[in-house]
């Protein structure tokens, strides 16, 4: 096992009508921006949880925060908060509205000459944010438990992520009931995003450390077996519950520590998104099972134990158990309602070098566990991925 910091100060607030808690939570003399993203929270019933629980506190809101978090409407919002002094933040969505609130969190006491700094610097040079808290109404990213954010730039077609101890949210509720009114779409997308996080901590090399693998498998295992119930039974409150914990533990930090990881599948997800506005987890859903075939000698062992611990796969050679856990994971994301090849979203080999020249100019020439996934590499991923 390898050496590992692990900090995660974020208090959870789980379970039906925890909203009602966040006046425990934030100072009574708090002044409270409410971010938010297409205004669905009006509809659903959250909105005025939220507003009920904050009780006579200043609130100005914020809506119209993307699905992928834009610099350009993230900078309105951190002009907000200067202009009506903010002095608290709270993020009432899904996990792009939460890494939305954590870049404004740090870019409204940023000292630079502009926040984009942040972006560039990956968040080494966050020395301070303002506090904010977080209501999740869609799980799917571990936004609401990490460090850890992405923003779009649309004037650049850059989507790039930073992370900084500054930007733990001080808090997050997470009531299941508040997913009962999301498409059907997003909840299978969330299921997705939560998988391929786990994937990119756990689907490495070995390095003994068998705890943090079986934690991982057991949230896969939980993701195979819950996932596929959600679509069947979208009003089952336990089924939610499952879920909602499952996406947050798969990016809290808890399973990365003392273990290398990947991310490769990621970068290359991000610019799709960047330069073709598919949804997160679609990219993911895209590349991930292509990466699997480009780099199955490198991954190896762990896709061997991947096969067995969690297809159950045990007989025939060791490549037909690997090429059977990698199908296995594109039928899975199908499953889920989430389509895996290219051609699904109208992208043919012409899109491919745009993708890697914005691959290089982002400086993502060597991606994975090893350093060794190179342009050419990538090459290889989207290719077979049409």
């Known amino acids: 096992m390898q050496n590992f910091d692990f900090y995660n100060p974020t208090h959870i607030l789980f379970g039906q009508g925890r909203i009602a808690d966040l006046n425990q939570h934030i100072p009574a003399d708090a002044s409270v921006l ?3 993203g297409g205004g669905s929270i009006k509809q659903n019933g959250v909105f005025g949880q939220v507003m009920a629980a904050l009780g006579t506190r200043r609130v100005t809101e914020f809506g119209g925060i993307e699905p992928n978090p834009s610099y350009e409407t993230l900078m309105r919002a951190v002009a907000l908060v200067k202009r009506e002094r903010i002095d608290f933040l709270l993020a009432v969505g899904g996990g792009s509205v939460i890494d939305g609130t954590k870049f404004i969190a740090a870019a409204a006491l940023f000292e630079g000459a502009e926040p984009w700094a942040i972006l560039e610097k990956r968040g080494n040079n966050v020395r301070c944010a303002l506090p904010f808290g977080s209501v999740l109404t869609l799980p799917a990213t571990g936004s609401e438990m990490n460090s850890g954010a992405v923003v779009t730039r649309k004037s650049l077609q850059a989507k790039m992520a930073f992370s900084s101890r500054h930007c733990f949210p001080r808090f997050s509720v997470l009531d299941p009931a508040t997913t009962f009114s999301l498409p059907l779409r997003q909840v299978g997308n969330g299921v997705v995003d939560a998988f391929v996080h786990v994937m990119e901590q756990y689907l490495t090399y070995p390095v003994n450390a068998p705890l943090q693998d079986r934690f991982a498998e057991g949230l ?3 993701l195979i077996e819950q996932g596929p119930q959600v679509l069947a039974r979208p009003q089952d409150y336990a089924v939610r519950a499952n879920l909602m914990w499952c996406a947050c533990m798969a990016l809290n930090g808890l399973i990365s520590t003392g ?8 970068m290359l997800g991000h610019e799709l998104t960047a330069l073709h506005g598919i949804d997160h987890a679609q990219t993911l859903a895209i590349i991930l099972p292509s990466m699997l075939r480009i780099r199955k000698e490198a991954k190896r062992a762990k896709l061997l134990q991947y096969a067995a611990r969690v297809w159950g796969l045990l007989d025939g050679d060791e490549d037909s ?13 199908e499953q889920m309602g989430v389509k895996t090849r290219l051609a699904d979203y109208d992208l043919n080999a012409t899109h491919i070098a745009p993708i890697l020249s914005a691959l290089e100019s982002h400086r993502m020439v060597a991606l994975g566990e090893k350093r060794d996934v190179t342009l050419e590499i990538s090459r290889q991923v989207l ?3 049409l």
Do not use: G
Not at 259 to 264: K, R, T
């Open 34 to 36: 409410l971010l938010y």
């Open 259 to 266: 273990v290398p990881q990947d991310w490769a599948t990621h």
């Open 383 to 385: 290719e077979l991925s």
């Open 220 to 222: 896969l295992l939980t």
């Open 321 to 333: 158990r690997i090429a059977a856990a990698i199908e296995y994971t594109q039928d899975f994301f």
